[in-house]
């Protein structure tokens, strides 16, 4: 499913796995190096949803998120954004950046 398809398929929100529904879970997991100074966001996709690629990048680069209060600061403005843009599921967002 590409990233357009995935905006309005009836499938974009179906679980393919859940914890505690089965006693395995296999997860998608993806290695690479980190880059030090760069952002890296883990979220949920009530998060997601409605948020554009551009606002995320803009609103969420290491210019516009130098301090740890800066990242807090994006998060919530972010999170405020996607709640007034009316999202009914759950909303969860994490930001870190990894200094070497």
Sequence with gaps: MTPEEAKTDPRRNALVQCVGVTADIFPEVKLGDLESGANYMICSDGF??????????????????VTKADMQKKLRELIDTVKAREENDNITVALFRPEF
């Design 48 to 65: 997601r949803h409605v948020l554009t690629e551009k606002e995320l990048f803009e609103e969420l680069s290491p210019e516009c998120t």
